[in-house]
Structures are given as structure tokens and as C-alpha cells.
């Protein structure tokens, strides 16, 4: 089972989870990313985030593909929000459910490090002082 | 020929709307493309990278143009 989400509503961790629970899963490995509220010494005011978002989907829905593909996964959750997120809220849970902890640990680091390099998905952060597209300039 | 494009995050910024017109003359590859918008927003060059998609899939500069695609011009993302 893969269940993909982009929303801008707020995310619900504790529904993430329990729907990749099943009585045949021995783990469930959980990444909850929340808005740090600086950036280098700078303080984060908020994030703003954008999505292309058709291709958002089906690239969360495509990496979802390829770790049921390699690693054995019962569920794969993944939700990620779009729009105004001020400091310590959620853009992002991914919840993976495996027969043993080795595989959901892995799956889910790989879901996390491969949206943030694939997924167009695009944040802003405000400062005090100015904002920046992160990771757009070298 | 004349494609529209769509942009997000920075490259919004870099052409000031969301969605434009580009005339590539007589070319049609992404390549050309890129070529193309590189020389009308010079800004586009100094990002880190950046990519474009069509029909919501990477594609590479070798990659030709009928004219009635979905095409994105997508700079590096940062989602998570």
C-alpha cells in the first residue's frame, strides 16, 4: 500500500501512522520534518513552500515505487504540505511499515534523502531581514 | 517554434510571472531551449542548477519538441 499526500492542509502524524500499521509489520519507522527556527546563525520567521503539483505526486509516488521495490515494505506512507508553515510545524511525515526494523529504517531514510533531491517541491525562508529560495544559488 | 513554460520557486522570480511564451526560432531540443532563456534572463545561468520537465518527467537536453507539451523549467528543489 502507497498513500500519497500534497496538501496545504496541516499534516496528521498519528493518522500517517496508524495507516501503515498491520498485524504483519514487526516496525514502523516515522521521519517528522518540522520548520528549525534558524538558519545559519539567521532566524527563521517562516517557510513558504511550492509545489509543481502533478509531477510532486508522481515523483513521491515514484520513490514510494522504488522502495517497495527494495526493501520488503508492508505500507508506505507519504505526506507533504504547500503553503505558509511558521516555525515547528510539519511539512513533511513519511511512515514506512516492514516485517523487521532494518528495512523500514532504510526505506525511510532513502524516501526522505531522494524527495529532497528529486521532488519538485520548493521552499522559501523568511528572515527577519530578507528571504531566500533555499539551495537555489551555489 | 513558440513553447510555453511554466516556473516555480526561483525561476518565477527569474522571469517575473509564472508562465511565458519563448520563441526558440528554428530549434525544438531542451537544450535549445535552456540556450535560449540563458540568453533573455541571464540570472537563470547563475543558479545552481536547474532543470526542465515535460509532461511532469526530467528531461535531458537531447530531448525534441513537438510544441504541445507541459514544459516546467524546474531550479533546485528543497522540499522536506
Not at chain 1, 41 to 48: A, H, I, Y
Request: some cysteine; glycine content about 8%.
Amino acid at each position: 500500500m502507497i498513500d500519497i499526500v500534497l496538501t496545504d492542509r496541516p499534516l496528521d502524524i498519528t493518522n500517517c501512522i496508524n495507516a501503515v500499521m498491520t498485524p504483519a509489520a514487526g516496525g514502523i519507522d516515522v521521519f517528522i520534518g518540522t520548520v528549525r527556527d534558524a538558519t545559519k546563525g539567521r532566524r527563521v520567521v517562516r517557510l513558504e513552500f511550492e509545489a509543481y503539483e502533478p509531477m510532486a505526486i508522481s515523483e513521491m509516488k515514484k520513490i514510494a515505487e522504488q522502495s517497495t521495490a527494495q526493501w520488503p515494505l508492508h505500507k508506505v506512507v507519504i505526506h507533504h504540505r504547500t503553503g505558509i508553515l511558521e516555525v515547528g510545524e510539519v511539512p513533511v511525515v513519511i511512515a514506512v511499515s516492514a516485517a523487521h526494523r532494518g528495512a523500514a529504517f532504510d526505506a525511510c531514510r532513502y524516501i526522505i534523502d531522494t524527495l529532497k533531491q528529486t521532488v519538485p517541491i520548493w521552499k522559501k525562508e523568511i528572515f527577519e531581514d530578507g528571504e531566500v529560495w533555499v539551495s537555489a544559488t551555489p | 517554434m513558440v513553447v510555453k513554460i511554466l516556473a516555480f520557486g526561483v525561476a518565477k522570480e527569474i522571469f517575473n510571472t509564472s508562465q511565458l511564451s519563448v520563441d526558440m526560432g528554428g530549434k525544438s531540443a531542451i537544450g535549445d531551449l535552456k540556450q535560449t532563456l540563458e540568453l533573455q534572463y541571464p540570472r537563470l545561468a547563475s543558479l545552481s542548477s536547474y532543470m526542465v520537465a515535460v509532461n511532469n518527467e526530467y528531461a535531458g537536453n537531447e530531448v525534441v519538441l513537438v510544441g504541445n507539451e507541459e514544459i516546467a523549467i524546474i531550479p533546485p528543489v528543497s522540499g522536506g
